[in-house]
């Protein structure tokens, strides 16, 4: 059993859309992640946040923006997206950067 | 930046039959490496670890990974699959040290254990 869950499990959208991923950690950690796994490619680190605060943006387009109001919660805030935005979504937490990360189940993301 | 290589996309093997998947990775400094696991339907789970000491790591399912440091390589064993080891395996690393939330995966190696 998950420590961190996501929701919603699967998305389907349209590319003049708007909707937001959530990710909630249960574990007491204080840094969190969200990655994305594309078929065929290695899982890509998109965004870490420490203590709420943004400590990488991986080169990753502004139609991605997210949010992390609090330690144990985590947003991936979707707009005007292309169908090559269409993965898995991965939220991951740690205790501290340089702990090691725990993942949740993943949203499906497919764009039309 | 950091690598990583997972030498087989796909193995097939029967039950009982000894398991060494191949992880290479790349980096100029170093390093703490992972094994995680995803089986059919569920979450990334993490298998085992190495930050330091022992370089033959122990982790859950009778799994063990020995880490190399002259090869750059973190392979991982068992002497005897079953059938509910079927999963996707993915090895990971981190620079030990500044930036060492930068997880970098392999592309993953699915394995197929027949009954």
């Known amino acids: 059993e998950t420590g961190v869950t996501q929701t919603p499990r699967h998305l389907v959208m349209g590319m003049t859309n708007k909707k937001s991923l959530k990710c909630e950690q249960h574990?007491?950690?204080?840094?969190m992640y969200w990655y994305k796994q594309s078929a065929k490619k290695p899982l890509e680190l998109m965004f870490v946040y420490s203590l709420e605060e943004r400590v990488e943006n991986n080169s990753v387009p502004s139609r991605f923006s997210p949010e992390c109001p609090n330690s144990s919660h985590l947003f991936l805030h979707l707009h005007t997206l292309q169908p090559e935005d269409s993965a898995l979504y991965l939220c991951?937490?740690?205790?501290?950067?340089?702990?090691?990360?725990?993942f949740g189940p993943g949203t499906r993301l497919t764009v039309l | 930046a950091q690598s990583v290589s997972q030498h087989n996309h796909h193995v097939i093997l029967s039950e009982a039959a000894s398991l060494e998947l191949g992880c290479n990775y790349s980096?100029?400094?170093?390093?703490?490496l992972f094994w995680y696991v995803q089986y059919p339907g569920q979450h990334l789970q993490l298998l085992l670890k190495?930050?330091?000491?022992?370089?033959l790591v122990k982790g859950i399912k009778g799994f063990e990974a020995e880490f190399i440091k002259s090869k750059f390589s973190f392979n991982l064993r068992k002497p005897s699959v079953q059938w509910s080891d079927t999963a996707e395996y993915f090895c990971?690393?981190?620079?030990?040290?500044?930036?060492?939330?930068?997880?970098?995966f392999g592309k993953g190696t699915k394995l197929s254990v027949i009954p």
């Open positions: 990971a690393v981190t620079p030990r040290g500044a930036g060492s939330y930068q997880l970098t």
């Open positions: 574990l007491g950690h204080n840094a």
């Open positions: 190495y930050f330091s000491g022992d370089p």
């Open positions: 991951a937490s740690s205790q501290g950067l340089t702990d090691t990360q725990y």
């Open positions: 980096y100029g400094g170093t390093v703490n």
